[in-house]
């Protein structure tokens, strides 16, 4: 006797991308991340995203918005004034971002457009502190471009948490960074097994070529 075909069987995690179903995700591109000289020093980090990631991620969100495909930040952000409402580990690492505050907007270099949604987060993975799982169904997007920082933290966290919701997760490697580049190599390595591991350019190609026609 035969068993029966099974119709959810995938090839592998690069299965061809659809605009209206993907999203660039843009994690904690903020001031109080890069703002060098206030926070704790970090060469590595800093050389990193001012050298190439933040570029990247530049050229990613054109090329998304080229295609239609939608764009969202998050950042790290108080929902009160004195931050009562922050989870337990940012009071223990002492992370305090003022609701409206400069620390808490995008960085000029990679700001949103137009209507492109901001949402405030208290977690590492924004999948635990905010509504945005809610908001990318509502849209219909099943596909998520992470970028942003840190790789070994929020990246990782969200890559993880998107993968078992059921979202297809893409990591774009050069357009996240940690303190080192070994740490950053390392968390790719770790949880690569949750996502698809693209870099900008090949995930600009695989956009051009999937949704040009």
Partial sequence: MTEPRRKDVYPGRVLPLSAERCGLLVIDVQNWVMDEANRQPRPEFYEAARGHVI???????????QTGIEVIYTVMENFTDDGR??????????????KGSWDAKVIDEVAPRGDEMIIPKTSSSLFNS?????????IGLDTLFVTGFLTDQCIDHTIRDGADRGFHMVCVSDCCATDTQARHQSALAAFKGYCRMETTDSLIAAIKRDTSG
């Fill in 55 to 65: 570029g990247n991620i530049g050229r990613l969100a054109d090329s998304c918005r």
């Fill in 85 to 98: 409402d922050r989870s337990l580990d940012y009071k223990l690492s002492n992370f305090f971002i003022p």
């Fill in 130 to 138: 905010t509504n945005f799982e809610y908001l990318v169904r509502n």
